[in-house]
């Protein structure tokens, strides 16, 4: 296992469709386990192999740490509510920058394990959130992208300004 580097934002791989899997290995199952500890690192609650730079359809999300880290491998959304809900989401790739996103309230997922056993779900909370958060990445949909246009501009600019302080420490 192993904390890889993560993609930051405007990489044009963050706005890349992933590719399906189809091997379920061991090289996956290290991925994922990658995956696992470089969300943990960076830290965050969900990561796509998109953001450490691999165009493959896996996803690691652990919403609660008590039940920890879950595996989705080419997940699709299959079904969403027509309820929706605003959430705070943020990136591994653009961090110090979070803002509301609206999203449907459940949804039903299809995946496959780490296996290749193909499953479905439904999912809703915040495990909803990061399913539909995590599978527009895969998609090509970088969060930013369900901001409205004044929100992404701002979102782009504290990044920016983020980035800034992070490679001059004690400079705005």
Not at 17 to 44: C, H, K, N, Y
């Amino acid at each position: 296992m192993a904390v890889r580097p993560i993609i930051r934002f405007p990489s044009p791989l963050l706005t890349t469709s992933a590719e399906r899997i189809g091997r379920f290995d061991g090289t996956l199952r290290q991925l994922s386990d990658d995956l696992v500890d470089t969300m943990r690192a960076a830290p965050g609650i969900g990561i796509t192999a998109s953001h450490i730079g691999i165009l493959q359809r896996l996803t690691v999300i652990e919403v609660d740490p008590q039940t920890g880290p879950r595996s989705f491998v080419n997940p699709e959304i299959v079904w969403q509510s027509s309820e929706t809900a605003w959430h705070t989401e943020g990136s591994v790739s653009m961090p110090g920058v979070a803002e509301e996103v609206e999203r449907p309230v459940r949804v039903r997922v299809s995946f496959q394990t780490l296996d290749g056993e193909t499953r479905e779900e439904e999912a809703e909370g915040l495990m909803a959130v990061c399913l539909q958060h995590e599978i527009d990445q895969l998609n090509g949909i970088f969060w930013i992208r369900r901001l409205s246009r004044l929100k992404r501009e701002r979102a782009v600019k504290r990044f920016e300004k983020f980035n800034r302080a992070e490679a001059f420490p004690g400079t705005q």
